[in-house]
């Protein structure tokens, strides 16, 4: 299927219902070995000139929900800097090369965001090799599922407080040196925040805290014409969950239990931070866009 977002399209049979075979890779997982393999946008998303111009630094844009949102800005006219770990060289060498293809300038930048030295280091060379920054896409996210709480170990805990919380305030901090009047910042919540899932304890309460930063910084940053607003993702099909972010024998319904009864693919994401990046969303602060394939949320 090549049909591009703007085409009249069902929304139940535009992807197919996948049934994930059971795997398992270490974190943080790649999308170069994922099975099935998820829908970027590659040959499909078309841009429209939204962000002509502008300059976005996206973490985890090497794969997943990032590579996505890094595909369709530059697709939108944006040069991209995209955050990862050294391991998942082999995807971000992907995203660049489609970021190059459509002109844009692409810059690769592996860091762990689980350190506060890395994250200021991180919007440094950003804004260096971009030659500055008006969009913060807060994307990087750690989750590990755990049956009960007593297997949560401290360091989990610590480390998925650390990914999905503290880099999102280190990188943001950092940041506003940078960010003019008319800059967006977006942050990657989840359904979680609403309907948290039994075995992501730690993970949902990561992403409770997200929208309520994003909530409380909104209103903050509004008199200065910077944007904060965030994104709740329901099931997508991405490394994030074959890296231990399921139970393993959960992934062949993996998606199912959705209204349109099937995962999300990656590129479905994309318009929505398109939308929340670019002007046509001046108006939109502190919201949390809901793309779940239509689970009820507050
Ligand atoms: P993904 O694995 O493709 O992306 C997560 C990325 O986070 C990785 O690519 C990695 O680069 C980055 N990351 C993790 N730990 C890091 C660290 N210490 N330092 C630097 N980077 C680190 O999976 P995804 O599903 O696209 O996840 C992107 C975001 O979407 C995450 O915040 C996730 O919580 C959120 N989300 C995903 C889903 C889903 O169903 N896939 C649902 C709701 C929310
Ligand atoms: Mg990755």
């Known amino acids: 299927m090549t049909h591009d977002q703007l085409t009249f399209q069902n929304p139940v049979t535009r992807y197919p219902k996948i049934q ?7 974190e943080p997982g790649l999308d170069a070995e994922l099975e099935p393999q998820t829908d970027h946008g590659e040959d499909t998303y078309r841009g429209t000139g939204r962000l002509q111009g502008r300059k976005a630094l996206i973490t985890g844009g090497d794969s997943g929900i990032g590579a996505a949102v890094a595909i369709a800005f530059a697709r939108e006219g944006a040069d991209v800097a995209i955050a990862y770990l050294p391991d998942e060289e082999k995807d971000a060498r992907h995203v660049e090369e489609l970021i190059t293809k459509e002109g844009s300038k692409a810059v690769a930048l592996p860091t762990d965001v689980s350190s506060a030295q890395n994250c200021k280091d991180l919007v440094e060379a950003a804004v260096d090799e971009l030659g500055g920054l008006d969009i913060l896409v807060n994307n990087a996210g750690k989750q590990i599922a755990q049956k009960s709480l007593e297997d949560i170990s401290d ?32 942050n990657t919540t989840s359904v979680n925040a609403y309907l948290p899932s039994p075995t992501l304890v730690d993970y949902a309460t990561t992403k409770g805290a997200i929208n309520n930063f994003t909530k409380g ?16 993702p329901g099931p997508f099909w991405t490394p994030l969950q074959v890296s231990d972010g399921q139970p393993k024998e959960k992934l062949p319904e993996f998606g199912t239990q959705t209204p349109l009864g099937r995962a999300g693919q990656p590129t479905e994401l994309a318009p929505a931070y398109v939308f929340l990046a670019s002007s046509e969303s001046s108006y939109v602060i502190g919201e949390t866009l809901n793309v779940n394939g239509g689970m009820p949320t507050p």
Do not use: C
């Not at 805990?157 to 280190?170: G, H, I, P, Q, R």
């Open 155 to 186: 360091e989990q805990f610590d480390e998925t407080l650390k990914t999905n919380v503290y880099a999102m305030f280190w990188i943001t901090k950092a940041a506003l040196n940078h960010l003019e009047p008319g800059s967006s910042i977006i």
């Open 217 to 232: 910084l909104g209103q903050q940053l509004a008199p200065k014409g910077i944007r904060v607003n965030a994104i709740a």
């Open 20 to 26: 994930p075979p059971k795997q398992d890779q270490p």
